[in-house]
């Protein structure tokens, strides 16, 4: 079992910048890749950005450029820096991890809204 635990949500204004923290902990060791998603209303749950356990890192057209998905294997935590932020990047976000088994676990998720 692994638990996520977001964090660093908020209200931000356009062109701002957020910083989300998703810590792991369980069996950690178990962990490959973590990544974030989103969900805005009425909208299907979405990839944001992946890392694998090489470090290697895969972002969503629409915020390539602007978030960059770190992780901390020492604290087991992921991080999401997001800037320039849009009104359309306002959603829940999710923190997912997939395991050397193939299993996926969720966070409870961090709602992020831009808004003037």
């Known amino acids: 079992q692994v638990q996520l635990v977001e964090s660093g949500g908020g209200l931000v204004q356009p062109g701002g910048s957020l910083r989300l923290s998703c810590a792991a902990s369980?069996?950690?060791?178990?962990?490959?890749?973590l990544g974030w998603y989103r969900q805005a209303p009425g909208k299907e749950r979405e990839l944001v950005a992946l890392i694998t356990s090489g470090f290697k890192t895969n972002y969503a057209d629409s915020v390539k450029g602007r978030f960059t998905i770190s992780r901390d294997n020492a604290k087991n935590t992921v991080y999401l820096q997001m800037n320039s932020l849009k009104p359309e990047d306002t959603a829940v976000y999710y923190c997912?991890?997939?395991?050397?088994?193939?299993?996926?676990?969720w966070g409870q998720g961090t709602q992020v809204t831009v808004s003037s």
């Open positions: 369980g069996s950690i060791f178990s962990i490959n890749t």
């Open positions: 997912n991890c997939k395991t050397s088994l193939g299993r996926l676990y």
